[in-house]
Nanobody, 123 residues
Framework: QVQLIESGGGLVQAGGSLRVSCAAS????????MGWFRQTPGREREFVAR????????FYADSVKGRFTISRDNAKNTVYLQMNSLKPEDTAVYYC????????????????WGQGTQVTVSS
């Protein structure tokens, strides 16, 4: 498995930007598809973005497409989520997740999760 730790969350005003990071341990980072998910109380864990292990292709939830950008730096074992034009409805705990040799946008399929980082967007 791989150990994940998120950072970079915080409080930002609507319309602002924030970048969250996820650092992964281990030596096989490039073999993992990396995903970002978010969760609020009373809501299921929601897919946000994905970057694939094999091709580097990215995929986004419709709710964030055009505003968020996922990227990865394999040399640093780190995946990023750049969040622009933030809205109050983006407020959530953001989690990164990893799955090896697989492409998935389903939270249930990911075996590796970070602890989450809180992102709060104020009006």
């Amino acid at each position: 498995q791989v150990q994940l730790i998120e950072s970079g969350g915080g409080l930002v005003q609507a319309g602002g930007s924030l970048r969250v990071s996820c650092a992964a341990s281990g030596r096989a980072f490039s073999t993992y598809t990396m995903g970002w998910f978010r969760q609020t109380p009373g809501r299921e864990r929601e897919f946000v973005a994905r970057i694939d292990w094999n091709t580097g292709s990215t995929f986004y939830a419709d709710s964030v497409k055009g505003r968020f950008t996922i990227s990865r730096d394999n040399a640093k074992n780190t995946v990023y989520l750049q969040m622009n034009s933030l809205k109050p409805e983006d407020t959530a705990v953001y989690y990164c997740a990893a799955i090896r040799y697989t492409i998935s946008a389903s939270a249930a399929s990911y075996p590796n999760w970070g602890q989450g980082t809180q992102v709060t967007v104020s009006s």
